[in-house]
C-alpha cells in the first residue's frame, strides 16, 4: 500500500485512490472496534472519553433545543485518539443509544475538528435518524453504524441532536471507534 495519493475522494483532506479505497473498506469491515463513555474527569478540550468498562461506563448525553438543534456537545478530545499507540486515523463508526427521553424520531450529527460550526459551514459532518423504541426502554437496543469519513488521530469529534417539534429531547449513547495504521 502506497502512501495515499491521486483519485479523486478525499479523507481528511488527502486523496484517495480506488486501490486504497478498497484497502481502506476492508480494513473498516474487519477490523477492531474500541468502545468509548464519557471521562470520568474531562480536561477542557483535550480529554472527553475514556474506554468504555466495568467500572467506567458514564454515556454521553446530548439535547435537543426548542423544536430546533441542541447545543454541540464535544465527545472527543484531542488527546483521545490514538487509543493504539500507532494508529494514525480513526473513525466513528457506531453509536449505542443507551436512553432517550422521548419516543419519536431524533436527527443527530457528528461533526470533526476544532470547530463544529466550521464543520456545518464547509459540509464537514454526518447525519443519521434514530427512532427510540420508547421513553426510557432500554432492551433490544441495538447499535447503530455511523457512516463518516476517516480522520486524523486527535481530531476533536462533536455531536448534537434535534427532536422535531420537541421541546428538549435527550439522547444517552456510547461511541464505537475504528482506528486505522495506515
Not at 6 to 24: F, M, Y
Not at 59 to 73: L, S
Not at 123 to 130: A, L, S
Not at 137 to 163: G, I, N, P, Y
Request: hydrophobic share 35%; proline share 4%; net charge negative.
Amino acid at each position: 500500500m502506497t502512501p495515499f495519493s491521486g483519485g479523486s475522494n478525499k479523507v481528511s483532506g488527502i486523496s484517495v485512490t480506488a486501490t486504497e479505497k478498497v484497502h481502506i473498506t476492508e480494513h473498516h469491515l474487519h477490523h477492531h472496534a474500541r468502545w468509548l463513555a464519557l471521562a470520568a474527569i474531562p480536561v477542557g478540550e483535550t480529554h472527553r472519553a475514556d474506554r468504555f468498562s466495568p467500572g467506567h461506563a458514564s454515556a454521553f448525553q446530548i439535547d435537543a433545543g426548542n423544536d430546533t438543534w441542541g447545543a454541540w456537545v464535544q465527545i472527543l478530545g484531542s488527546s483521545d485518539t490514538p487509543i493504539s499507540s500507532n494508529a494514525l486515523f480513526y473513525d466513528p463508526h457506531l453509536i449505542h443509544i443507551s436512553d432517550s427521553e422521548r419516543n419519536v424520531p431524533y436527527l443527530i450529527q457528528f461533526a470533526h475538528g476544532d470547530s463544529p460550526a466550521i464543520a456545518l459551514a464547509d459540509d464537514e459532518y454526518t447525519e443519521f435518524v434514530y427512532c427510540s423504541v420508547g421513553t426510557g426502554q432500554v432492551a433490544e437496543r441495538m447499535a447503530q453504524q455511523v457512516q463518516t469519513d476517516r480522520h486524523s488521530v486527535r481530531t476533536k469529534l462533536w455531536a448534537r441532536c434535534f427532536c422535531p417539534g420537541q421541546n428538549t429531547g435527550t439522547l444517552d449513547f456510547y461511541i464505537g471507534l475504528h482506528e486505522y495504521l495506515d
